[in-house]
T-cell receptor
Framework: DAGVIQSPRHEVTEMGQEVTLRCKPI?????LFWYRQTMMRGLELLIY????????DSGMPEDRFSAKMPNASFSTLKIQPSEPRDSAVYFC??????????FGQGTRLTVV | KQEVTQIPAALSVPEGENLVLNCSFT??????LQWFRQDPGKGLTSLLL?????REQTSGRLNASLDKSSGRSTLYIAASQPGDSATYLC???????????FGTGTSLTVIP
């Protein structure tokens, strides 16, 4: 397996634009996590799914953020409208049950 | 909420030295604890996973221990090398909900 795949790797967008981040988890994994990493706050859990169902989205900062998992092999994190304070590295991770979790390479988002 | 602390925040050692990184957590109701490595601008690489029923795990020059009752884990790196320079993060997977809580990391520099 190629591991957790995220796209794009880098995204630069203007304030107010819609941004969509994508994640393909490892095949067979039933948990998918979205994290955000900043220098100030470290790694923050935004939302996680189990068997494609959102379990906890309490970390989603506000209504501008939404996440979906239409099937077991794909998830998206959308920000609409984007703001400069959303600039961060967004990571996706997956695991099978409570076994070892694997992270993608991240998407570096810059909102100008 | 689970609080995870890593001490020290930064560590600089000469090559060849053995070292210990510390991780403490407030809630002992965990499934497992996982140690990651993060190189600058990169994703998280899994190093070791310790299940809550285990006391330690070893991989090459790395040894991780877990004392669940006291809420502590250590990562021991033997015979450090410049290539070990990175940020080391511990993550605790809680016993209910299955989400990960990350520490703020220890930035390690191994001086040749």
């Amino acid at each position: 397996d190629a591991g957790v795949i995220q796209s794009p790797r880098h995204e630069v967008t203007e304030m107010g634009q819609e941004v969509t981040l994508r994640c393909k988890p490892i095949s067979g994994h039933d948990y998918l996590f979205w994290y955000r990493q900043t220098m100030m706050r470290g790694l923050e859990l935004l939302i996680y799914f189990n068997n494609n169902v959102p379990i906890d989205d309490s970390g989603m900062p506000e209504d501008r953020f939404s996440a979906k998992m239409p099937n077991a092999s794909f998830s998206t994190l959308k920000i609409q409208p984007s703001e400069p304070r959303d600039s961060a590295v967004y990571f996706c991770a997956s695991s099978f049950a409570t076994a070892e979790a694997f992270f993608g390479q991240g998407t570096r988002l810059t909102v100008v | 909420k689970q609080e995870v602390t890593q001490i020290p925040a930064a560590l600089s050692v000469p090559e060849g030295e053995n070292l210990v990184l510390n991780c403490s957590f407030t809630d002992s109701a965990i499934y497992n604890l996982q140690w990651f490595r993060q190189d600058p601008g990169k994703g998280l690489t899994s190093l070791l996973l310790i299940q809550s029923s285990q006391r330690e795990q070893t991989s090459g020059r790395l040894n991780a221990s877990l004392d669940k009752s006291s809420g502590r884990s250590t990562l021991y790196i033997a015979a450090s090398q410049p290539g070990d320079s990175a940020t080391y993060l511990c993550a605790v997977r809680r016993g209910t909900g299955n989400q990960f809580y990350f520490g703020t990391g220890t930035s390690l520099t191994v001086i040749p």
